[in-house]
């Protein structure tokens, strides 16, 4: 993590990530308990991680990070993901987008207005995704142009 990412992140916390990750983590929690809520929760789980430190990670989709489909990349992720959006992820990722305006308003605030653009991407469909550092040597060599030489 750079030191830029690093600062990014403490601001972050400071004001406000920490409560947004909690929130992210308890939901989660309540999504475990029920035996049918689990692949929610993972997800969840997943945003919690990537809203605690949002500035140097990215979210990826793990049939492009690890090369391979899984049952959260396939048709089964396809139907969680509806159900997500369905059920939560469009009332999450507008609460993200709300934020991000706010913060957006201020030019200090512009950094963390695009880590909440980020967030409710992710909010939206969250399924079959990783966090991974932004610059991830995996990552870099997949998104290489094309005709070039590709290492994952």
Known sequence: ???????????????????????????AVIMAISIIGIPWAR???NIASYTLLPFGRRAVSRAEYFGAGDIGT????FLGNIVWLILAGWWL????????????????????????????????????????????????CSQSPAGSRRYS
């Open 1 to 27: 993590m750079s030191p830029l990412s690093l600062l990014l992140n403490v601001l972050w916390i400071v004001f406000g990530g920490l409560a947004m990750a909690i929130g992210w983590l308890i939901a």
């Open 43 to 45: 997800a969840a789980y």
């Open 74 to 77: 396939g048709p089964l992720g």
């Open 93 to 140: 990722a507008l609460g993200h987008l709300i934020l991000a305006v706010l913060f957006a308003i201020t030019i200090i605030g512009i950094p963390f207005a695009w880590a909440n653009l980020k967030l409710a991407g992710l909010a939206l469909w969250p399924i079959g995704k990783i966090i991974v550092d932004a610059d991830d040597y995996r990552l870099r």
